[in-house]
């Protein structure tokens, strides 16, 4: 009893002012800059170079338009949605089954084959940029929706395997071997009970893939340059230049491409939650 009493006690009041304390001012540091970038995208650029830090004394709506018509958002809006989609379903899926491979199905190349994909999690953007842009123009890729593609695929492979291999590693070997039993084919066995299972590690590595594609800018400006072609990041470009900016629009054009990810947080808040826990390395 006593030992309960000591146990609830443990938690200090000064201790626990302090952990709110920190809480409120992290808070406070991650919303603020969204709460800025919002308000100085109702102000024109005059008025932001007099006064960045105030509120808007004349707020207009101009900048939305403006912007909208400007950067040509429909375009950017479908290639920015078309890439994310397309490699997030691709990572997840190919993850997935790769991940089924090298955890349930036994052989001796798997510790090899596992070993070079994973070891492309040390692999950097930056690292690869000049190869990849020299591979992408000699077999024709560049300016192609499909030379795009195939470098997000593959820089979200790495960790995705990883992820799916150790979660799948998981699941009871006797589930397979049940399965097998009864006449069932690896593939029946990927579709029918792995992937209903992994769904926990497929929503972590979409929140991973989702997030990293539609912010991405150095990949896509590099191997496109039609302007049919471009994302969000590299549209919105188009409002700095070397001798000024055009800081209204470019604030609105950030805010623009800011809502669908805070829409997709804010719809799948809760399977993330679930995933980002339940999709934990497990061993």
Request: glycine fraction near 8%; proline fraction near 6%; charge should be positive.
């Amino acid at each position: 009893m006593s030992t309960n009493k000591k146990q609830k006690g443990d938690f200090n009041p000064l201790l626990r002012i302090f952990v709110y304390a920190v809480l409120a001012i992290f808070t406070f540091l991650t919303i603020y800059p969204l709460f800025w970038l919002v308000m100085s995208s109702f102000k024109t650029t005059n008025e932001f170079l007099r006064n960045p830090m105030g509120w808007p004394i004349e707020p207009t709506l101009n900048n939305y338009p403006t912007a909208w018509v400007r950067a040509q958002f429909s375009t950017l809006f479908t290639n920015s949605l078309f890439f994310t989609i397309v490699s997030t379903l691709a990572v997840i899926f190919l993850s997935l089954m790769a991940g089924f491979g090298f955890a349930k199905i036994k052989s001796k190349a798997t510790p090899l084959l596992h070993g070079s994909f994973i070891i492309g999690i040390l692999l950097t953007i930056e690292s690869v940029m000049i190869p990849l842009f020299l591979f992408i123009n000699l077999i024709g890729l560049y300016n192609t929706r499909t030379g795009v593609l195939i470098p997000y695929i593959g820089m979200g492979l790495p960790m995705g395997i990883y992820l799916c291999t150790e979660f799948i590693r998981s699941i009871p070997d006797s589930v397979v071997e049940s399965a097998r039993i009864d006449g069932a084919s690896y593939a029946k066995i990927f579709l029918s009970i792995v992937v209903p299972m992994a769904k926990p590690v497929a929503v972590t590595l979409a929140i991973l893939n989702v997030a990293g594609v539609w912010n991405e800018f150095m990949l896509v400006n590099m191997l496109v340059s039609s302007d049919a072609l471009r994302t969000l990041p590299v549209g919105i470009l188009k409002f700095s230049g070397p001798l000024s900016s055009r800081y209204g629009l470019q604030f609105a054009s950030l805010t623009i491409g800011m809502i669908p990810i805070v829409i997709f947080y804010l719809f799948f808040r809760k399977e993330i939650t679930k995933g980002v826990s339940a999709g934990a390395v497990k061993g």
